[in-house]
Structure formats: C-alpha cells, structure tokens
C-alpha cells in the first residue's frame, strides 16, 4: 500500500477541560471514529433529521490511550526497509494548531516522537543489512514560513531557492546536508533546528509551530567497486510536521500573526485543492493538479502524485469547542485517502547490477590482457635466446606450431570477446524485459481494481434502483459507470508491452543459441590445444586463460540469478495482490449467493450445503497451504542465496550447480504457480456453487440477483486475465516445487471427496 491516512486524537488539555470542553471525537475501533456534534439536542424535533454526527473510516485512529511509539510502529515503522531498498517516502502531520503535530514528529525528551525512533531504527537497520554496500545518511532539516524557506541546521544562510533539475525534481539550493550516524548527535542537531524554528504563542497553542518544518533524510548506498556506474540507491524519506490549519476568528490572532496566518492558511489551502485534485484524478471530476500555489506542495509534489509511500498522520482534539475545526479536518483526511500513488524504486539500482557486470567484465578483460602480454614476452625471449643452443634448434622445429599457437591464440580471445558481448547484450534484454513485466502487471491490477469497483458500484445501484421498473434498471445497468481515463490508457498500453516482451524473448532466444555456437567453439578450441601445443608453459597459460573464462562465464551466470531475484521480488507484491482481489470477489460471490438462498427461504440441498461447509473450511485450508507453499519457496531462495554469496565470498566450487538458470526459472515460475493455485482452488468453489445455484434457481424460478451476475463477470474476466498471462515453465523438467503443485492440484477434488465422504459419515452417525 503506498498511501495511508491515519489518525491521533490528543488528550483533552486543561484549557478545555477549564472551559467545560466535551469529549465528541470518540475512536470506535481500530479503523473508525464517530464525531458528535455538540449542539445537537435530542429533544429538538426540528434537528433530529439533520444530525451532523458522522464516523470516518482511517487505516488506523488512536486516542488518547496511545504511546508515541504505538503511533511510530502503526504509521511509519515499515517504511525504513523501502528507503533503505531506494524508495521515497514521507510522513506528514496535519492537522488544526494546537492538535499535537509537533507532539507526534519530534515529542518531548522523555517520549520522544517519530523523528528519533525512524532515525534510531534507520541506523539500527543499515548496521544490520549484510549487503557489500557503503553506506551514508544525510540530513537537513528546513522550515518554510511565510513562503520563505530557512535552513534550520545553519540558520545563517539566508533565505533559500526552490529549484527544479532536468528530471523534474525539486532541489532546495544550497541546503546543508549533516552526514552523521549517531542519534545522540541527531536528536541534538533537531533539538537546536527546533530552536530556530518560528514559534509564537497564540490563544490556541501556547508555543504554536508558524512555519511548515521539513527533515529529509537521504540514505545513499555504494556498491563497494569503484566503478562509473558505483552508485546504486538513494532513498529519501520527508517528515513533515505542517503549520496548523487556523481560523482567525478561533485563534484570536490580529497582525502579525494574522498575517501569518494567512501564509499558513494559504499554503495549506494550496495543499487541500492537490489533495482534492489528486483523489479526483482520473475520475469524471479529473482536474489539473496545481503544485505551483505554494513552496510546500511544490516540495511535496513527489510525495503526494508523485513517486513515494506516503502517510498522512491528521491530528485533532477532541474537544466540543474544536467541533469545527476536527470536521473539515476530517473531510480533508477522508479525501486524502483516494489518493493513489505510484511508487517506483529509484533506478539506481540498474546501475547497481551494470556496475557488478562491468566489474566482472573488466576484471577478466585485464587478467586476459595480462596474460596475453606474457605469451608476447615470452615468445620474445624465446626469439632473443642464445642461438647456439640447442634450443634453437627445438625453437626452429616448433616453428610451425609456434605459428599455429598464435593462430589458436587469436581464435581463443576473440571467442572469448564474441561471447562476453553476448553475455552483456542477454543481461540487458533481461533487464529491459524485468521492466516490461513490472509494467504489464501494473496495469493488470490498475485495471481489474477498476472492475471490481465498478462491479460494487453496480451492486450499490441495484439496491438503489429497486423501485425502479425493470426497464430502468437494465437501462442504467448497460450505461455503466463511465471507465476513467487512466483504465483506458492501461488497456492500450498492455498490447504495446506484450508486443515488445515478445519481441525481447525472441531475441534473447536467437542470443542464446548463438552463445551456445559460440560455447561449442571455445570449447572445440581448447580439446585442440594440448595436442599442438608442445611448449609446456605456453600450454598452461592457455589452459588458464581458458579457465579463467569458464569462471567469468559462471560468475556472470550467478549475476543473472540476484538479478532475477530482484525481479521475483518485485513482481511478488503484483501476485499478491491480484490474488487478493479474486479472493475478494469469491466471498463476495459466495456471500451474495447465500444471502439470497436464505432471503427467499429456499431449502439447500444437502449437497450445495457441503460445498459451502467445504467454502468455510478452504478459506482456512486454503491459507495455510499457501503460507505453507511460500515457506518452501522463500526457503528454497535462502538456499540459493547462502550457496550464491558462499560463492562471492570464495572461490566457487562448482557455482553453476548452486544456481543455474534453469532453478532459477523454475522458482520464478513456481511463485506464479502459487498464486494460480489459489486462484483456481477458489474458482473452482465458485463455480460448483454458482451451477448449483443456477440449478437451485431454475428448478424454483428465482431469478439471479444482477449485482452477482455482474460479480461473476468480473470474477471471469479476472480469471481470463491470469490465462491470458499464464505462468511460464519453460519446458524444463519438473522441479520438486513444480511437482509438488502439481499435486496439489490434483489433490483438491480428492480431498473433497475425502472431506464429502467423512461429513457424509458424521451426518449419517448423527442420524
Ligand atoms: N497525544 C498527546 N499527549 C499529550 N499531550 C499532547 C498530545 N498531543 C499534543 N499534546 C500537547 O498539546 C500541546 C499542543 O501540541 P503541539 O504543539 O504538538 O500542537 P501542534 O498541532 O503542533 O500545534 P501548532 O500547529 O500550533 O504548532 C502541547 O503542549 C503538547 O505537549
């Protein structure tokens, strides 16, 4: 999930409590709060129908009862290891002055807020990473107030510029960035930026926070080579604690601090029209989103459309005196909840592999280079030796193969040279189609998310339109919602990517076969040498030269599985997630299915009952196998990765057997084959219970509800979508994975029988 809404309730401070305040934001559970309005009176007949109290829905709410920490852990915690992989993230506190911004995001000595403890866990965590990366963390930490940006860690800079660079992204010139690693020096650095922060007392917050602070931390990480491409990820992460919304007539403020204000106010304005264009994008409401009005959504640009895993943690009181300011607070927050992010990982990390490729090609190109400079030298103090030994006579018979040596020689290195071009062309094209698979998933999910929101659209409308004549309702069930613009652009853009992966697996297939030809030719080569070849040194050299290459060749081949590990694991959250989603519409089938069996009072046949006993008990079953299948597979990738680093860290034994491509394809495939599985094993409850439905339907006339047509439309299209991009096993001998599920596939109507045959012999025990 790369955009979450939550929300704090401070407790009620003494200030409220000393004007007679009444608590009227309760939290409900952990998602919802209700808020009451206070004038509301029970006894006014005239008010009962316009009651303004309301509850909101937030990824997680917490009240008074919550720690700085249970905050820190539910909101942001979990962003650490996406920064640390290159992600951007950002944290921001919004909400009316006086409700606890500052509380949250830098806290006090002895409760320290979200500031610290990410920076506590973010070292904790690059400490503990293995990886064979340098590693460094910068800091800077800027306010802006009244449009005017200030440098908080060296407040005698002056007034800083907004920049954009050539990508598009927005620098702040001149910034100072602290490279430290101690928390101690931090939260001294933030306690003393916190100082320089403008602060006022107003009548609603004694020490109010007037300017927007902003702390970004930068972690960038190296790969240990030195190489052109040597840098490899660099995430950022924002914290942001904003200026409160205020109301003049609230806060009692004249002059300055109502000039203030207005900054405040107008900047945060700025903020609520991109967040109010953002949830709206896309949709028939779709409006241009304007990052220009203020310095602050020019800065947060990237983290509210743009590139970043954003929180938005919105703060109010709870008290009936701040009935106002917690209601537009809460409609804003509810809005910011549509907002939908793409996060994408800092394309460092391409450099990354090209920059261990490279390594390994130019480590090899200069032990080759050595090599050959010492055929030369020899060969030229074989030729400087003293003519009258008898080795001159050996040096003229062997003069033949001394000539037909440096012909093999010459062969020798430019195979060498043909296939590492070969190599470094097949790792490009897996790179590029990584990319075009991430695309196509992408769209995959943007489109069926689409569907299945359009078919609870459709089931809301059903509900609503039962009145309406069945003319009508047919009529407004064709129109349909209209399908937004960003749904059309993914289906277009699908064809163009299948195309074009196709494309690159045709040439990686042609790539292939020629480096096999050429694998056959080198190998050709080196049977014939220690048969020509009759000085002995020579002979070694080649041998090793050739040796040499064979480890080049495995060690690139071991570079291909981390790069294709990288792509497993990026791809794994797409699975995930489209699994979910046909999960999500299985129950909502199943449930809808039920609900009108029991509506209309039907009798259920015995047998449509097993099924769903068996539904209720899959929906367990079918989790455990599950956690069970991706236990086995991420064991399987530990195996492979201790035996691929064993490799890095020493000579490989036989590296090729730790991890060829063939496992590694088949581990890709197996992780698509999870998800199959559990797709088909909910299909296939689906669809025995919807034939006996349909049966049930016809043999008493009742008539489907339309809302569970359309969920089983959607359920088919989803379905044809998995077909359509059908896991890849790549012709290979199966792998234990692959014959295990297999078995599980056929496994399923077995273990129904199973489970039909002891149910029947519970029911008939009963009996
Ligand atoms: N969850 C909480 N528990 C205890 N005290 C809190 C909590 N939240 C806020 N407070 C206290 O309420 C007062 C106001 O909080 P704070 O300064 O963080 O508000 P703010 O939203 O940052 O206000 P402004 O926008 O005016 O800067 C502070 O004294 C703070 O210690």
Redesign the pocket.
Known sequence: KTKSVAL?I??L?DAEIEEGATTVAHKIDRQMVVLMDPCEDSDNVLRSNRSREKTYMFDVVFD?TATQEDVYVATTKNLIDGVIAGYNATVFAY?P????????MLG?DSEPGIYIQTLNDLFRAIEDSTEDLDCSVYMSYIEIYNEIIRDLLNPSSGYLELREDAKGEIRIAGITEFSTCNAKEIMALLTKGNKQRTQES?A??????RSHAILQVTVKQKSRVKDINEEVRVGKLFMV?L??TERASQTQNRGKRMKEGAHINRSLLALANCINALSEKGGKGAQFVNYRDSKLTRLLKDALGGNSRTVMIT?ISPASSNFEESRNTLVYADKAKNIRTKVKRNLMNVSYHLAQYTRIIADLRSEIDRLRAKIDQQSQEQQKGEKADIREIQAEVQQYSHGEMALLQEQILSAFREQMEIRRSLMELENCNMELHVDTSRHLLTISDWERDRARARQGRVKVTEEKTDREKEEEQESGPEEPQYVTAAREEIGPLLAEQRKTMELKRELEEKLMTMKLKSSKIEELLPKRISNREQRDILTLLCKVHELELEKTEIQSAVLCKEYVLRTKDFIIQRQEQQRMLCDDIIHQQKALIEDQGLCVPEELQELYSLYFSELNDGSVDQIVDLHTFFEMWLNVFEQVCAVKDSTPVCPTEAVSPDTLREIVSDTKSISVIAAKRRSHLVKETTSRVAGLALATGLKSSVSMDSLVSALADDSAEVKRNPPRHGGRSQSKQDLKTTESRRELPERHQHKKRSRSFEASKKV
């Not at 002055?97 to 509380?103: D, E, I, L, Q």
């Not at 609603?204 to 926070?209: C, M």
């Open positions: 704090r401070r407790p401070n008074y909400g002055t006086g409700a606890g911004k500052t509380y949250t006090l107003t609603a917050n004694k020490t109010s926070s604690d200026a409160g703060h």
